[in-house]
């Protein structure tokens, strides 16, 4: 067994999570539906690396996802902190025993109501006719159209909650609310105040504990997904814990995401605001980094205007832009998964499997030690026929922000992803084309590549019910794109489009400078320059000026490892 156990922090890694998890629990049920692709039922993707099995008090089997959500108190919704399996199990505050003798006068809050999507998942768990679907009658089959189209509305029009739309039961150890945090996020929108936040009471220990709890319960970890919402307080408790795991876990790589909303990325309206953020970026980025192998940015400022004209964003939604952004990391952890194939076995249906740990040395651990890489993402990712030999690099947009060109470098280093390729109409490309034509885009590139792997699955990304409406009228029911585009015509969902074929990259390369420099430069603006405006802030989040300093070493390192000729780097390290 190669387990991975998933950390996610914050209300937006959750929000990502929850599509993740959706996408997995679709797979499952496809492998088992008798009336599904049989490209679902080919059983090379070990689904054990995720989930866990176990069964409740009364002896019931549960397979749940190896998994800790950690987000701001209230940010559940309907859903309870001890899950829906093991019954609600009482919290801490309802065994107290009272003491107090005189009057006292309750209030209870109004119970957060379930949507029409959840109401609907409630009914379909107590429904005990045992009927297929597939015995139902033609008439049964139009009502349930109307019925996830209603559900489908219902989620299109009002998500407040990553559990909204959560079709996933949870284990009693996944689900933690920081108390003193807030559900609404301007209230938890710098380093300091995460800090301040994980300082109270037991939270670390608390979060600690369930860590420990699905670590030592496996027999050979492979390592840690880890997705930080890094935009705010979030961030310095998922630093809180990444140093726990580099104390306790030393050899567990951990692959770090952290990830941004588009809303997020609105300027504050004043000066001091403007240096909260500045400063929050470059701590966030530092600390994080000192305590992560591998590290992917992830949230651009518009989705709408940065990604395929195949797709339809809306930005100010969370439960569109993370549909995105959960697909690309599915994406990428497609090899963790895969069986490991012998030489003489026939590739037919997979290739390329890696665990996290070969990853993580593969861009990071090569010459240039560089830890910061970025995330492509070809959503439908094109056909791969003879007419379009050599376009999946074309197509491939990067989810990563403030990146720069990287077609002179000579020193990157790139892992692809690619399932369920189409190669003409809805037909299966072979796992032999996909890499004859990717090998073949990359030998024609001036500049080559440092080292490329690639991983190949035929199965493609499963669209699952409570997915939003974005794709356009040229995407078909398994992503292959159509003919014409219909004018006017409604974007689709999971009604219409039942797969997509993907393609996702993380590359390690030069690229990632503006990144980095921006961090680093504000960091000298703001926080070590002499007379510098957020010294007092800087001090008042906890950190003394030696920490700052090291802090700028540490970015000093990562431009250097990337352009020894770099005058800021340089000049930080006479």
Request: hydrophobic content about 35%; aromatic content about 8%.
């Amino acid at each position: 067994m190669r387990e991975i156990v998933t950390i996610q922090v914050g209300d937006y890694a959750n929000y990502i999570g929850s599509h993740f998890w959706n996408f997995q629990d679709e797979l499952l049920g496809l492998a088992e539906d008798p009336g599904a692709d049989p490209v679902f039922k080919n059983g090379l993707l070990d689904m054990d690396v995720f989930y866990r099995a176990g069964e409740t008090q009364q002896g019931i089997f549960t397979y749940c996802p190896r998994m800790i959500s950690i987000g701001s108190r209230g940010s559940l919704g309907s859903l309870s902190t001890s899950g829906t399996l093991y019954g609600n199990i009482p919290s801490a505050d309802s065994m107290a025993i009272a003491t107090w003798t005189g009057n006292a006068a309750r209030s209870v809050a109004e119970p957060y109501k379930k949507n029409l999507f959840l109401q609907s998942l409630s009914e379909e768990d107590h429904d005990d006719s045992g009927i297929p679907a597939s015995d139902s009658k033609e008439g049964d089959s139009s009502h349930r159209r109307e019925r996830d189209k209603d559900r489908i509305e219902c989620l299109e029009n009002g998500v407040n909650s990553w559990t909204d739309y959560s079709k996933v039961q949870y284990h009693p150890k996944t689900l933690y609310e920081l108390k003193g945090s807030w559900a609404d996020v301007n209230k938890f929108d710098d380093y300091g105040i995460g800090r301040d936040v994980i300082a109270e009471g037991s939270h670390a220990e608390e979060m600690n504990e369930r860590l420990r709890f699905f670590i030592e319960e496996c027999d050979h970890i492979q390592g840690i997904q880890f997705i930080v919402d890094d935009s705010g307080g979030f961030s310095s408790v998922a630093v809180e814990y990444l140093e726990n795991i580099a104390d306790e876990y030393a050899n567990t790589p951990v692959l770090l995401y952290n990830v941004r909303d588009p809303v997020s990325h609105a300027l504050p309206i004043n000066q001091r605001g403007l240096i909260t953020r500045a400063l929050h970026d470059a701590v966030s980025f530092s600390k994080l980094a000192s305590f992560s192998k591998l590290m992917v940015p992830v949230g651009l400022p518009s989705l709408r205007s940065n990604l395929s004209p195949l797709l339809h964003v809306k930005d100010e939604k969370l439960f569109y832009s993370s549909a995105i952004y959960a697909a690309a990391i599915h994406s990428i952890s497609v090899p963790f998964r895969l069986e490991p194939l012998r030489p003489s076995t026939n590739s037919t249906y997979a290739s390329g499997a890696l665990e996290i740990g070969e990853i993580v040395h593969l861009l990071a651990g090569q010459a240039r030690q560089n830890p910061v890489t970025i995330l492509d993402l070809a959503m439908p990712a094109p056909s791969f026929t003879e007419n379009n030999r050599g376009a999946i690099l074309k197509y491939l947009n990067p989810l990563t922000p403030e990146i720069g060109e990287d077609d002179e470098d000579p020193y990157a280093v790139e892992s692809v992803t690619v399932h369920g390729a189409l190669h003409s109409g809805c037909n299966r490309a072979l796992i032999s084309q996909v890499k004859n034509s990717i090998c073949a885009e990359y030998e024609g590139r001036s500049i080559k590549l440092k080292f490329l792997h690639l991983s190949m699955f035929l199965c493609p990304l499963p669209i699952p019910l409570p997915f939003p409406s974005i794709f356009t009228s040229r995407v078909g029911r398994h992503g292959e794109l159509l003919e014409h585009e219909f004018e006017g015509g409604e974007p689709k969902g999971s009604l219409d489009v039942e797969s997509v074929p993907i393609a996702a990259r993380l590359r390690s390369s030069k690229a990632i400078l503006p990144f980095i420099e921006t961090r680093y430069m504000n960091l000298h603006k703001y926080g070590l320059a002499r007379g510098s405006r957020g010294d007092e802030l800087l001090r008042d989040w906890g950190f003394g000026r030696e920490e700052v300093e090291d802090m700028g070493e540490n970015m000093s390192r990562m431009l250097l490892a990337l352009d020894p000729l770099s005058e800021e780097a340089s000049s930080d390290s006479d």
